[in-house]
């Protein structure tokens, strides 16, 4: 049993990584580009709902595992690849099943847990204020540069200027016209 467990430890490890990241993602969503503000409760559902569709995901891949064990019993030719179970896989194939469906136990009782889904959430929110402040970071670096202490300052300095015209310039116009929708639907509303 303790084989399974180390299993089910590991598929618990990968999917919490997996549901971090889609909330992480939610949150700057969210809070970035939707300027809202962070409030751990209005992320609760979308945390709840992930975790349930990784549960999901896995019991899925639990019926597929029992399905090829089905499949594989009795037959006792060569493979003809990868997935083409025989006999011999089904010790294998069963384990497989045991894992699956443990970790989908595990998941659907972090998403009843709602200590367990706010924890998710704080990581999450820890995890995207990480890559906020990393990317503040590169670009604070990039934009302190001075041209005298910088040797590709001139020849880098047209791809700058491109970026600049083809990206800066396009977001902030878009940003501009958000906002000024923004108020104009206030204007109407008001």
């Known amino acids: 049993m303790g084989r399974t467990a180390d299993a089910i430890a590991e598929g618990m490890s990968i999917a919490a990584a997996a549901a971090r990241l889609a909330v992480r993602n939610r949150i700057l969503v969210e809070t970035i580009a939707n300027d809202e503000p962070f409030d751990v409760e209005l992320f609760v559902p979308f945390a709840c709902k992930t975790l349930e569709r990784l549960a999901r995901e896995h019991e899925k891949a639990a019926e597929r595992t029992l399905k090829q064990r089905k499949k594989a019993w009795g037959r006792h030719s060569d493979p003809d690849g990868t997935h083409d179970y025989r006999d011999r896989d089904t010790g294998n194939l069963r384990k497989r099943h045991r894992q699956y469906v443990g970790v989908a136990r595990h998941l659907r009782a972090q998403a009843q847990d709602t200590d367990a889904v706010r924890r998710l959430i704080e990581e999450s929110r820890d995890a995207a204020w990480g890559d906020v402040e990393s990317n503040l970071q590169r670009r604070l670096q990039a934009e302190a540069l001075r041209p005298e202490l910088d040797p590709d300052y001139a020849?880098?300095?047209e791809a700058r200027m491109q970026s600049l015209r083809m990206i800066d310039i396009p977001r902030l116009a878009a940003h501009r016209r958000k906002l000024?929708?923004?108020?104009?639907?206030?204007?109407?509303?008001?």
Not at 184 to 189: D, G, L, M, Q, T
Request: no cysteine; proline share 0%; net charge negative.
């Open 180 to 190: 000024a929708e923004g108020a104009a639907a206030a204007a109407a509303e008001g």
């Open 155 to 157: 020849t880098m300095r």
